[in-house]
């Protein structure tokens, strides 16, 4: 028996067959849970039935995060078929428009790309925590997102990004404490990088990878099978004692100076 047997799980964020949401969606199959899933735009809606169907699930629900009536209607629905709550929601969202991590810190710096970076990279995740919180209490729960070391350090390309995932990294603590109570935990995954579409938005990408290919200490990236197992424990019931953590998966590349 897997040891996500019983639990429900709504995962957001698959975009592609590479996104990091999807090797969750693989590892918390293989545990045994019951699966759930959100697109962004009809042009990613295929794709995220297909990927549903793979795991057994037809519940596959449109959510754009920068839409408050879409996140009360993703939520409404839900209910309609897991009226009595679930367990895990996985937060695997970000965005920045491109011009806003080109170059240096200041190049693509504007007010509204600042605005659009926090937004969707940051604020969604409250927002999820907050729309979802009625369905989750009180059953050994969990929330957990996906952050990346360039929250901490000033890294080449990051840029905006960074400070956007800063703030994503402190609400995860702040939710922690207000959640707690309830039963329901909030962690972080920092993830090493991995080719998605999203990392596509990022210069020197690939100059990054071969950087942690030759200098983590386990010498290699990492997959999403390793971000979605790490992902599948946070969630379930063998994580019970862990809460407003940033764990990061990623072949030990943080702990070099
Ligand atoms: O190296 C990496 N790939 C890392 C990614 C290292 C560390 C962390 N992460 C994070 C990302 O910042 C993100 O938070 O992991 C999370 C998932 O990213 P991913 O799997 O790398 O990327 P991708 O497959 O592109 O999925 C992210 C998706 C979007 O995809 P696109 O590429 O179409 O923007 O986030 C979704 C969208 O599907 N997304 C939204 N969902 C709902 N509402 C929105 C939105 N407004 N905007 C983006």
Request: glycine share 10%; hydrophobic share 45%.
């Amino acid at each position: 028996m897997g040891f996500l047997q019983g639990k429900r799980a709504l995962i957001t964020g698959i975009a592609s067959e590479r996104s990091i949401a999807t090797g969750i969606a693989e590892a918390m199959h293989r545990e045994g849970a019951e699966l759930a899933f959100t697109y962004q735009t009809e042009k990613l809606r295929p794709r995220v039935e297909s990927a549903a169907q793979e795991y057994g699930s037809n519940i596959v629900l449109p959510l754009d995060v920068a839409d408050d009536a879409q996140i009360e209607a993703c939520f409404a629905e839900l209910g309609k078929h897991w009226n009595d709550g679930f367990d895990i929601l996985i937060h695997a969202i970000a965005f920045a428009p491109r011009e806003a991590i080109a170059g240096q810190f200041l190049d693509g710096l504007t007010r509204e790309n600042f605005a659009i970076a926090h937004d969707i990279s940051a604020y969604s995740l409250s927002a999820l925590a907050k729309a979802a919180r009625p369905m989750m209490q009180n059953r050994k729960a969990s929330i957990l997102t996906l952050s990346y070391l360039g929250a901490e350090r000033a890294l080449v390309g990051y840029n905006l990004m960074g400070v956007a995932k800063a703030s994503l990294e402190s609400s995860v603590r702040y939710l922690a404490c207000n959640l707690g109570p309830e039963g329901i935990r909030v962690n972080a995954i920092s993830a090493g990088p991995i080719k998605t579409l999203a990392a596509a938005g990022i210069a020197g990408f690939r100059k990054i990878l071969g950087h942690v290919e030759e200098n983590a200490p386990l010498r290699r990236t990492v997959t999403i099978e390793d971000v979605g197992n790490v992902a599948a424990f946070l969630s379930s019931d063998l994580a019970s004692g862990v809460t407003g953590e940033v764990t990061y998966v990623d072949a030990g590349y943080n702990i070099l100076g």
